[in-house]
């Protein structure tokens, strides 16, 4: 790569990737590669974790009009990413890049237990 041929704020601009890139791998390690090439590309995770086989059909209305309410996004369901999560007991995690609305059986049960 010949660095002469880019301009000084390219080269800049570069830089501070390679940092971001360093620092993500470091800390977060293989998920900070997702990171990056999600901040370098623009792009934003939608993640919904919900409890049990069969509730995902009924949970994507719900979910839609949550993004839409909490998050002020609106998003289609195909570009949510739907992972069965029986840890929850119950209920729904609303992911949203780094943002998080937990709607979980198991989170009231922590509020009460405080």
């Known amino acids: 790569m010949d660095f002469s041929t880019h301009s000084k704020t ?7 990737g390679l940092k971001s890139y360093r620092a993500l791998e ?3 390690g293989r998920r900070g590669r997702a ?16 409890f049990g086989e069969d ?3 009924t949970l994507e209305p719900i979910t839609l009009s949550a993004y839409t ?7 289609d369901s195909k570009s949510i990413e739907w992972k069965q999560n029986d ?3 119950g209920g729904i ?4 890049g780094d943002d998080m609305m937990d709607i979980s059986f ?4 922590n509020r009460l237990k405080r």
């Open 93 to 96: 995690r609303i992911f949203s």
């Open 10 to 16: 390219e080269l800049q601009n570069l830089l501070k």
């Open 55 to 57: 509730n995902r059909n």
């Open 87 to 89: 840890t929850i007991r």
């Open 35 to 50: 990171l990056f090439a999600r901040t370098q590309s623009g792009t934003k995770l939608y993640r919904v974790e919900y």
């Open 106 to 109: 198991q989170e009231v049960e």
């Open 26 to 28: 470091k800390f977060v």
């Open 69 to 75: 309410r909490h998050f002020g996004e609106m998003i």
